[in-house]
């Protein structure tokens, strides 16, 4: 049985930064893609970022290009998201997912079969 479990979420000042850490378990990674989405009060849920497990490609979503970053430790099958100089409209339920393989990396929700359970990140200004 998959499962992805996040942790690292809280309150932090603008400015600020915070690591989520998402642990990955019940099957290989090997060709997966591991995705981090949000959804912030009343909004859509919004893409931030993938990383191709192989290391192959990593992508970001244009509001937090250049002050997040996602990267992995194989041993422990974790992904992580450092979230640097952050804003109060960062504030979001923020989502680790996994899916693929992808001929490239996905943008779309949709595309990720397996979610975690969320981490609640909140920004004050």
């Known amino acids: 049985q998959v499962q992805l479990v996040e942790s690292g979420g809280g309150l932090v000042q603008a400015g600020g930064s915070l690591r989520l850490s998402c642990v990955f378990s019940g099957r290989a990674l090997g060709d997966m893609t591991m995705g981090w989405f949000r959804r912030a009060p009343g909004k859509q849920r919004e893409f931030v970022g993938s990383i191709a497990w192989s290391g192959a490609g990593v992508a970001y979503g244009d509001s937090v290009k250049g002050r997040f970053t996602i990267s992995t430790e194989n041993a422990k099958n974790t992904v992580y998201l450092q979230m640097d100089a952050l804003k109060p409209e960062d504030t979001a339920v923020y989502y680790c997912?996994?899916?693929?393989?992808?001929?490239?990396?996905?943008?779309?929700?949709?595309?990720?079969?397996?979610w975690g359970q969320g981490t609640q990140v909140t920004v004050s200004s």
């Open positions: 997912a996994a899916g693929g393989p992808f001929a490239r990396i996905s943008f779309s929700w949709s595309s990720y079969p397996y």
